[in-house]
């Protein structure tokens, strides 16, 4: 079946740091989602990739959808202790039917 | 527009009992599925819903089982429940397969 997998599973930054989560798909995604959950929280909708290679940015979170829809990136510029939490990827296969979400990364801030 | 609302938010259970668990979503929406989260295990899937039919179904056994009703708000069931099943449930709601989850709170299940 479908697998989507996350790296790394977690990463601690200093505050000002970048960070970069990646997640790569076994089969071609239709499109990616992804996700960020607060300790906590529950998920909260960030953004979704579609298109082969696209790039989208939110202020200074930048998400990357590679070329042969099978992989994808998230990074953070300059983090803040506000970054905090759980980021998931979830890829959209639509011969499965059906999403499927990485193991996510969790991100520690030190200010 | 209000969100997804899940109900018990908290729920402490004991070995081989049952529990069911609700999930109301967000008006409009007619898909509605059920992830099982573990810390360290990531979101597991459950499964999905849309106009009161499974259409997915993730790994679990048969313990667990749900429904759609004709308002689309979906409950989940687990019965002969087991140590392992402690977990928070969440149910997430959107408008189709294509389009973002919008989660709610969830539930957390202890079983003791």
């Not at chain 1, 953004?47 to 998400?63: A, C, D, M, N």
């Not at chain 1, 998230?74 to 990485?102: E, M, P, R």
């Not at chain 2, 459950?46 to 009161?52: A, G, I, K, R």
Request: proline share 4%; charged share 15%; hydrophobic share 30%.
């Amino acid at each position: 079946g479908q697998q989507v997998m996350q790296i790394p599973q977690y990463q601690h930054v200093q505050e000002g740091e970048d960070f970069t989560t990646y997640c790569n798909s076994s089969t071609t995604l239709s499109n990616i989602q992804w996700y960020k959950q607060r300790p906590g929280g529950h998920p909260v909708f960030l953004i979704q990739l579609v298109k082969s290679g696209e790039v989208k940015k939110q202020k200074r979170l930048t998400f990357q959808f590679g070329e042969a829809k099978k992989n994808s990136s998230l990074h953070i510029t300059a983090t803040q202790t506000t970054d905090v939490g759980t980021y998931f990827c979830a890829g959209l296969n639509t011969n499965a039917g059906k999403s499927t979400f990485g193991d996510g990364t969790t991100l520690t801030v030190k200010p | 527009k209000a969100g997804v609302t899940q109900t018990p938010r908290y729920l402490i259970k004991t070995r081989g009992q049952q529990v069911t668990l609700s999930c109301s979503p967000i008006s409009g929406h007619r898909s509605v599925s059920w992830y099982q989260q573990t810390p360290g295990q990531g979101l597991q899937f459950l499964f999905e819903y849309f106009s009161e039919t499974q259409r997915n179904k993730g790994n679990f056994p048969g313990r667990f089982s749900g429904r759609q009703f004709s308002n689309s708000r979906s409950e989940m069931n687990v019965s002969t429940l087991e140590l392992g099943d402690s977990a928070l449930y969440l149910c997430a709601s959107s408008l189709g397969r294509v389009n973002e989850q919008f989660f709610g709170p969830g539930t957390r299940l202890t079983v003791l």
